[in-house]
């Protein structure tokens, strides 16, 4: 098992230009967290899913933003139109089920122009 | 306020001595996280407890569920510590962590 991994490491992007960004949770893991963050701060919540389903979404998801976990495996994060203040580090974690330890991914660093 | 508090924000230690890490939480949880954040953002976690201690290695962490406090112990601190330590509540089992901003830790040989 490689653990969490995500892709790209790094994205660099203009203003209004739409991202994508994947995430390989550990298999078999039926929970995949997405989390972002800045520079000097501590993750926050973006979202979650429970295998396919997406159970709760923060307020820092505005409608810009969208997540999918279409067959219970990987998942995407798509940015449109991103905006300056978009640029952050992207974390990405599975979990086994409730109440067990997640695992981070490297995290995709985005950069907006 | 923020639901996930830490202190101090930045510590620099000297190789061997004795290092504590607080947290303070306002908010009920199932289970308070300890997370490791190296240069380049990789996080690892180092421990997940709901009551009483855990210890692993040189690392040491205590929770005071009735406090509503955790702190985090790196006994004889090695250069290789240096790091972003994180504590992180799980509010409800196994939903979405609400995070402290991590405190710095430099340890100079």
Known sequence: DTGVSQDPRHKITKRGQNVTFRCDPISEHNRLYWYRQTLGQGPEFLTYFQNEAQLEKSRLLSDRFSAERPKGSFSTLEIQRTEQGDSAMYLCASSENSGSTQYFGPGTRLTVL | KNEVEQSPQNLTAQEGEFITINCSYSVGISALHWLQQHPGGGIVSLF????????HG???????????HSSLHITASHPRDSAVYICAADKTSGSRLTFGEGTQLTVNP
Request: proline share 0%.
């Open chain 2, 58 to 68: 040189r690392l040491i962490a205590t929770i005071n569920i009735q406090e509503k």
């Open chain 2, 48 to 55: 997940m407890l709901s009551s009483g201690k855990k210890k």
